[in-house]
């Protein structure tokens, strides 16, 4: 289906409807919020009821999370070994392919859980009968945004790619500067350009100019830019969009060794594979031992969050760097040009034009970013909150998916329905969890008067809610050991100690979430509720003196 | 996976269904009474914090693993035997209703030594302690001579001569002193071979500075009064009459010249009693505001007496004592007490206090009473005994936050919990000199009485220097120097203006 996917424009019916839809998650969780400290006021007793049935249910829900969270960590654990470009390049002949391996003999459990799911993809593939086309056809376009990160920033990336396992020559990176970024970081584009453009099938830089009408300075207008011009590309090389995956990364974004091996495989055993975007696991390793602590705790949590998603791909949405089939992006009309949060807007975008037909392929593969580092602690702290304000910000496409969806009857009424309840919820959780638990639990026990500090409930109900917390310590203590795991293991420079701080750092993490989570996200809705529209924010992160982490733990 | 995920989430939700009305009935205190008649019932909770905490806890013959401060809960309604112990400590018991669906509290129950810590302090004999109200020192008295009188400041628990060696007002004999609450200001009415004066003593340190304005004054006043940080503006009460008497420039102003009953100052305004009405003015007399204009009400509470004395609660309620007779408030039912009240003391962080009369100390609590559906009349604030066994009662102190009371009755000092009956029993601490009055600051912890016979001054150990204790009394200090600094800085600004 045909829809703006944006929230200019619009008649003024629809500009109605989507200022409505704009108030509808600010003014619920300020509803929730305020709620809870008016009963916790006037009806102590209610509030303290009000709470315990929350604190379960959180409890509960996280518990469901931990849960999946390790059987997540345990599937990227067990990929680590694939050797993906092997499963790649043999499904050019899949039934001869699926003999080889049912006679397979593998050696450790790891592989046989690792073989036993691999065989049912290409069972999968073989039923489907939508066959990929042949390996040495599959093109990679890589698109890395560059504002007004430096040449030590962008550079690596480009260098892992170059001299990364797979063939380069099957790659087009193209650097997507943008025109206001500066003589320094267009120079330094242009080098890089020099240096490697040899290495790959093409390699461009594209300078997005500044102020095209219906653009807001946002990522999705620069990497639209960019497509455009290698759409070009590929129609002068004669390569068709089918055959091409693009891969839209961050500027910082260095994807392990295995990642295109992985994509290719996805993409081909995958029978809808040119209705889907494919999802790595992104972790934050570049800095991770050079970045404040709770810098660290933050984009582990987003790490962990996507980790657990990708255990439910039927409601797996994009997130950070990704990739897609270029055929589905050219045909959606590329990224929103007027969105911040680009990343999870494309999916939404692609499953409105598709009526519901698209999907969210998670791969059990990591892309390394910077931890956010400005430098001194205070700067890192504006510098988290701002990144977390815009990622928070991605609540903007509530109005636009609910309007989409009431006007796109080929989906599935319950799915609307179930999608756009859960797209809700997820956003009211975000900004109101964290306060429920840290600051409301004990609302009713602070604001106590003597009538209910003389009741049974004040007492019972400090007790049920120290229970509780004291149950989440255990998902807390996992929560350290895996991110323990989930750490580079090669470190050069940091030892034993360095572990226990980080791990130390945890222990921070409720505070640490309400300042960079949930106030953000308060902010974020408070500003779309009041119509205070967010500026693209470009978060700072700095490399200067530093070497990255050696990521060859990433799988 | 997404079998899996479907299957997890299921059990979950069925487990949240089942756990969550289960968990809320047991925070609204319904429990399973597995008794001779098992059936569901509505619990009840104790909570007992003590001073010094870390008492063993028994609840009939049960001991209760956890030490004070502690919570018991899950209690099925009915009566059951409370008991604290605490080595070198006597043990506290108390017979519990538990109540279904309340919580009986028993804040800071104080458990007193056996063997009270008791030290002589001075080698001196003294005939009496002259106490101030609320102030960082009081006066020992060994004769009626100001040169027989030392200044005992009972933090550091250091004396020093109230006049220095030598001074002109050392045979001028003591009449009356009049002190405002933490203010380090004295103003004695003595009698000298010359007649009687007024002396203003500054006590600063070690030095006390004396300044006579007897000329200042027309006769012998009733009340003299002062905003503390204003030291030089005094007010005096004479004859029905309300003078302001600045003695920096050494000039008297007549405020209200005839039926005055009764004065005081708060927040830098005066509050008056005048011809059976209540009014708050400024300094000067001028913007008079009329709290009281009821003159029927007026006449009937204040009755035309004279010589009522005036103190405000935490929460603005006003409160209106005649020496030895009636009890007022400004809120309802007015008269709180008919006759025979003795003294008066609030509450700190509370719009309650303590009064007393020869007999009996009584608490009245000020807390807004909420109005519940069924109530047909609006709750007031009553007098509710806390003891009446008394013969002589002439002291009353507050100890924990009004949790225990302190009191001298004739020469015995006794201790009293406050939540307890009005027939319940009260502690004997210590025999005091006869006629002689006692000191307790909670801050110190300490009783301070002149020894019977001896006269020497001792005290005794209340509130030992546990790590509780000790915290609670540098919190509670702070606090106390926190409010003063920020009185003071209102006064200077007020006087800024």
Known sequence: MNFQFSSHGLSKQDRRLQRFLEIAPGLTTWTILVGIVTLAFWQPIWAALVIIAFDLYWLLRIFYGIIFLLLAYLRLSIEQRTNWLDRARALDHPEEYLDELEKADPKDRREKISLWIHKREVRTLMRSRLFPLAFDDVHHLVLIPVVKEERNVFEPGVQMLARGPYPAKRMVVVLAVEERAGTAIKDSALAVQDKFKDAFLDFLVVFHPEGLPDEAQVKGANVTCAAKMARRRFEELRIPFEHVIVSCFDADTVVSEQYFACLSYYFRVNPHRNRASFQPIPVYHNNIWDAHGFAQVMEMGASFFLLTETTNPEKLVTFSSHSMSFKALVDIGYWPVDMISDDSSIYWKAFNHFDGDYRTIPMYVTVSMDVVDAGSWWATVVSVYKQKRRWAWGVQEFPIIIRAFLKNKSIPAWTRVRLAFRFFERHIAWATWSFLLTIMSWLPALLAEREFSSSFVYYSSSRITSVIFTLSYVILFILCVLSLCLLPKKKVRFGFLKQVGFVLQWVLLPVTYILFSALPALDAQTRLMFGNYLEFWVTGKHRGRRVPSNIARCV | ?497
Not at chain 2, 36 to 51: E, Q
Not at chain 2, 347 to 355: R, T
Not at chain 2, 363 to 381: N, Y
């Open chain 2, 1 to 497: 996976m997404t079998l899996l995920r479907r299957v997890v989430f299921y059990i979950l939700l069925v487990t949240y269904l089942i756990t969550c009305p289960l968990v809320i009935l047991y925070a609204l205190g319904y429990g399973y009474n597995p008794g001779h008649a098992p059936h569901i019932t509505k619990m009840g909770v104790i909570s007992l914090s003590t001073v010094p905490s870390g008492a063993s806890v028994y609840l009939g013959r049960s001991r209760f693993t956890e030490k004070t401060p502690t919570v018991i809960m899950d209690l099925f309604p009915g009566d059951y035997l409370l008991k604290a112990f605490l080595k070198d400590h006597r043990p506290w018991a108390r017979t519990v209703t538990v109540e279904p669906g309340k919580a009986t509290v028993f804040e800071d129950v104080l458990l007193v030594p056996k063997n009270l810590r008791q030290d002589t302090i001075a080698p001196d004999s003294f005939d009496d302690i002259l106490v101030l109200e609320r102030a960082s020192f009081c006066l020992l008295a060994k004769g009626t001579k100001l040169k027989d009188m030392l200044v005992f400041y009972w933090r550091k628990e250091k004396t020093r001569p109230l006049l220095a060696a030598g001074s002109p007002h050392e045979e001028d004999r003591l009449i009356e002193i009049f002190h405002a609450p933490r203010s380090p200001m004295l103003v004695l009415r003595v009698k000298s071979g010359s007649g009687e004066k007024i002396l203003k003593l500054s006590l600063h340190g070690s030095r006390t500075t004396v300044k006579e304005f007897s000329d200042l004054m027309a006769g012998a006043p009733a009340a003299i009064f002062w905003a503390r940080g204003a030291e030089n503006d005094l007010f005096a009460l004479d004859d029905g009459r309300l003078f302001r008497v600045d003695v920096s420039s050494k000039k008297t102003y007549m405020l209200f010249g005839e039926q005055v009953q009764g004065a005081g100052i708060f927040d830098d305004r005066l509050y008056v009693i005048k011809s059976n009405r209540v009014l708050r003015t400024d300094q000067d007399g001028e913007n008079i505001e009329l709290l009281l204009d009821d003159l029927e009400l007026g006449e009937k509470l204040f009755d035309g007496s004279r010589d009522f004395q005036i103190e405000k609660l935490e929460d603005s309620t006003l409160l209106f004592w005649e020496k030895d007779g009636r009890l007022i408030a400004n809120r309802f039912p007015f008269q709180l007490a008919g006759d025979g009240v003795r003294g008066v003391t609030a509450l700190e962080d509370k719009p309650a206090m303590l009064f007393w009369r020869k007999e009996s100390i009584g608490v009245v609590d000020f807390s807004r009473e909420k109005i519940e559906s069924d109530d047909a009349f609006e709750k007031t604030a009553k007098p509710r005994w806390i003891y009446t066994r008394g013969s002589d009662i002439q002291q009353v102190f507050r100890l924990l936050g009004g949790t225990h009371v302190l009191f001298r009755d004739g020469n015995g000092v006794y201790l009293l919990e406050a939540f307890s009956g009005p027939e319940s029993g009260a502690r004997f601490i210590v025999e005091a000199k006869e006629k002689s009055d006692v000191l307790f600051e909670e801050a110190s912890g300490k009783l301070f009485y002149l020894a019977p016979g001896s006269g020497k001054l001792s005290s005794v150990e209340l509130l030992q220097k546990d790590l509780f204790a000790s915290v609670k009394r540098t919190f509670e200090s702070e606090k106390t120097a926190v409010r003063n600094e920020l009185d003071e800085l209102s006064i200077f600004k007020s006087r800024l203006k």
